[in-house]
């Protein structure tokens, strides 16, 4: 691009032996391909979990011979025992929250696209980056040896649910599991704890000192806000469960009791009678929820943040439109941001509370949707009137503004006591959090990778694979969990491993079953994503440097970037990032890199309208 | 009439288009000055500038770690009535001298190395690691002296927080130990270019905030676990 030419050449050579360019590497690009690599990884597991939930849910009794040759003791005669039911749900969703939907996001493409798009040549600490991965997939170890060394030879690990309420998770000999699982679930929770921080650090660090020349904050992509947010949150979140953590693995093995009331019963033992069950007075179980919550609520926007970034981004290129409110949309993520710390007590209105201070939390939650509603508005308003181009990313974009109104929705359903308490603990909530926090998220993630490929890869991905992956998943997820909802109004309960012997739930079967089949196609039609992301950095078609037309730093480099990004030229940068359809113009799409241009009166006096200096309904 | 087109706002002549200077700003906005800047000072004080923000924002972190187990502590002590304080340890007084004497020297060695008097600079930086090698030493023998009186962690739940919190801010410490040792270590003067200076300077300023902030960290866990009440 023009404006650099000038510029000294001051290149960072690549390092050459392959342990310290692939393994141990220090390059955010490596990094972030790393992280996507453990995403892509972690959610086979997940996913292969959930397949065994439906399964046993949909056809109780069968007999699965695998099943009871693969896990003798919890599924004998290759029946699932409930108890190995229970572990699965625990991790299914602590393997997905954490080891998927808060490492591919940021970790990932976080990594890999926030230095290149503020045009920096790396991360500001690129040791402590290598070290975030590192420590999270130790992390991640630590809970796969949960599935082997839980105590107990009937589970795969804890049955205490992502959320691992005390006093159950407290007590080792509270259930199968309860023992070693949850020893582990915790240390490997801590650990993560660990390396999300490190990445935090680093990602603020970066954006607050490394831009280039000209990018000032908003000139910056929305996803550079939304991935800088999202490591705010982390900041200050992930080191609450971090302290809970240790309280907790204190009162498992030092004898305390923070979060273990008195006079509890294990096994017909009173407390302090026996030394099975040693003596433990007034700890308080609701605070482990607190101190969890607290964690927890912002988790979920952990999860979904970058997605909207990468939705805002995706939508504004294909559109071949300004993002519509620029201004609008970084201050709806910051609102989304900081009100989502003030809202934890809405996962907790069945546990007991003042109804002042649950009234607090209904209305601060409600008021998470007029953010989030500026920000869908936005993307409508985008889309509004534009010559859209349909590839994969931009499809898999528009699924995610349409999963997160359908899943947002009902949140304002829940965050109100009243209708919360009857269907908290029902099929509903599963319904969700699984539409907004999981699987929006992921389309988010899909969009991104269909949307990056040619820049990580130097190749597209196949089209017509992709599109094909879209619409089964797209109709899928949609099949999975809109029944999901009727089932939790008609009063189906969360975590049970079947409903046979409930007269009231019969009716719903069918329902159950069409659930399972509508998620074991899903699930197989994500062989396809993964035949297609191998198939296509071999085959692929070749990509430029800019197969996209867009006009953001990551375009003006290479595909795949060099080591250094920019081959010694850091960019300079003239101008906002969404700068399509620029009158006068000579390309429907101005580079951030391009210099200012005079023109002669171009509607000379008027001024933009739209708020934030970009009127995209003026071609 | 001449106008500016950026983007697809037109603007007229001399006004500044919304998001950010019209020509890109030496070291501004868009902060790392580094194109056609190499050898300029301001570019090294930028860059370095990044152990100062990464300081800080660990610290917040760190911060939301202590008031998490604060407000634990809060809520443990007022949920039950087996909340049982323990006696202080009298070693805890010289600890406290200890690690506030310790922050003193090295804000004066930190202002020696900005006025380049390297000898008094390690002078001070040794003297800060001695006193913080013997905090830490004093608090082992406060744990000593509640383990002679038979004062545990699983004890109750005061003692749980004493340990707790004791060996937290001791854990930190023991990082920020470290940390005056790559000080000492890795940034010596060797190589004197702007670079290598920028960046000694930045990492004396981080390391000697995060101490400052252990130091009141400790006066406030101090004040928290004994005058709290």
Not at chain 1, 528 to 550: C, H, Q, T
Not at chain 2, 178 to 197: K, P, S
């Amino acid at each position: 691009m023009s404006g650099e030419t000038h510029e000294a050449v001051h290149r960072h050579p690549a390092p050459t032996g392959f342990i310290r360019k692939y393994i141990f590497s220090l390059d955010h690009k490596v990094i972030g391909i790393q992280y996507i690599m453990l995403a892509l990884v972690a959610v086979l597991v997940g996913m292969t979990m959930s397949v065994l939930m439906r399964m046993n849910l949909s056809w109780p009794g069968t007999n699965w011979p695998i099943l009871g040759t693969l896990f003798p003791g919890g599924a004998p005669d290759g029946m699932m025992t409930p108890e190995f039911y229970l572990s699965l749900v625990t991790m299914h969703g602590t393997i997905m929250v954490f080891f998927v939907l808060t490492t591919a996001p940021q970790g990932g493409f976080g990594n890999y696209f926030l230095p290149i798009q503020i045009g920096a040549e790396d991360m500001a600490f690129p040791v402590l980056n290598m070290l975030s991965f590192w420590v999270t997939l130790v992390g991640f170890i630590v809970i796969l040896a949960a599935i082997f060394f839980s105590g107990a030879d009937s589970t795969v690990g804890p049955i205490g649910g992502w959320t691992g309420y005390a006093p159950l998770s407290a007590l080792p000999n509270a259930g199968p599991g309860q023992g070693m699982g949850m020893n582990l679930w915790i240390i490997s929770i801590a650990i993560f704890c660990v390396g999300s921080l490190l990445g935090a650090l680093n990602f603020i660090t970066t954006l607050l000192n490394m831009r280039t020349r000209g990018m000032s904050l908003m000139r910056m992509p929305l996803t550079c806000w939304a991935w800088f947010t999202t490591a705010v949150l982390a900041l200050l979140s992930f080191p609450v469960l971090l302290g809970g953590g240790i309280l907790l693995l204190l009162d498992r093995l030092a004898g305390t009791s923070f979060f273990i009331p008195g006079g509890l019963y294990l096994s017909g033992i009173l407390s302090g009678t026996d030394e099975r069950f040693p003596l433990h007075t007034g700890g308080s179980p609701i605070l482990w929820q607190h101190l969890f919550w607290f964690f927890g609520h912002p988790e979920v926007y952990i999860a979904i943040l970058p997605g909207m970034g990468a939705t805002s981004h995706i939508l504004s290129t294909f559109a071949r439109k300004p993002v519509f409110g620029y201004r609008a949309m970084v201050f709806a993520i910051f609102a989304i941001g900081l009100l989502g710390f003030f809202v934890w007590g809405h996962h907790m209105f069945i546990s007991g509370m003042s109804p002042y201070s649950a009234m607090t939390f209904s209305i601060l939650t409600l008021s998470i949707g007029v953010p989030s509603a500026v920000k869908t508005f936005n993307w409508l308003g985008t889309l509004w009137g534009a010559r859209i181009r349909f590839t994969t990313a931009m499809l898999f974009a528009i699924g995610f503004v349409s999963l997160f109104v359908a899943g947002g929705i009902t949140g304002l359903v829940l965050g109100q006591t009243s209708l919360d308490l009857p269907m908290h603990d029902t099929y509903f909530v599963t319904a969700h959090f699984h539409l907004v926090m999981g699987v929006a998220s992921i389309f988010g993630m899909f969009a991104a990778t269909y949307f990056w490929f040619p820049k990580m890869f130097g190749r597209l991905m196949n089209e017509s694979l992709g599109k094909f992956h879209f619409w089964i998943t797209f109709i899928g997820v949609y099949c999975i969990f809109v029944p999901m909802h009727t089932m939790g109004i008609v009063g189906m309960p969360r975590r049970f491993a079947q409903f046979t012997e409930y007269e009231y739930l019969k009716t719903l079967h069918p329902l159950v079953v069409f659930v399972s089949i509508a998620a074991i196609a899903t699930v197989l039609a994500q062989i396809v994503f993964y035949f297609n992301l191998l198939w296509s950095i071999f085959k692929g078609k070749r990509a430029g440097e800019n197969p996209w037309d867009a006009t953001t730093l990551e375009w003006t480099t290479a595909s795949p970037p060099p080591h250094d990004n920019f081959a010694g030229h850091l960019p300079v940068v003239y101008r906002g990032p969404y700068e399509f359809a620029v009158p006068g113009a000579a390309n429907d799409f101005v580079m951030q890199t391009e210099p200012e241009v005079i023109l002669q009166a171009v509607g000379s006096g008027r001024e933009g309208t739209s708020g934030n200096g970009h009127d995209g309904h003026r071609h | 009439m001449a106008t500016t087109v950026t983007g697809t706002k037109t603007i007229k002549k001399g006004k500044s288009p919304v998001g950010g200077p019209r020509f890109p700003g030496g070291n501004g906005g868009g902060s790392r000055g580094r194109n056609g800047h190499n050898g300029d000072m301001s570019h090294f004080e930028s860059s370095a500038n990044r152990y100062r923000i990464g300081m800080w924002v660990a610290l917040a972190a760190i911060l939301m770690m202590f008031t998490a187990l604060t407000s634990a502590y809060i809520v443990r002590a007022a949920s039950s009535n087996d909340w049982r304080p323990i006696a202080m340890p009298q070693i805890l007084l010289l600890s406290t001298a200890l690690i506030v004497a310790s922050s003193g020297t090295l804000e004066l060695a930190r202002r020696k190395l900005k006025e380049a008097f390297e000898v008094s600079f390690n002078r001070w930086l040794l003297m800060t690691t001695a006193l913080g090698v013997a905090f830490v030493g004093s608090q082992l023998l406060a744990w000593r002296q509640l383990v002679r009186q038979g004062v545990y962690v699983g004890s109750n739940p005061h003692s749980s927080f004493f340990y707790l919190l004791t060996a937290t801010h001791g854990v930190h410490l023991l990082g920020g130990l470290i940390a005056l040792t790559y000080l000492r270590l890795r940034t010596r003067r060797t190589e004197r270019d702007g670079q290598a200076l920028a960046k000694r300077h930045a990492v004396a300023d981080a390391v000697t905030l995060y101490w400052h902030f252990m130091d009141g960290l400790w006066i406030y866990l101090f004040l928290l676990l004994f005058f709290w009440r």
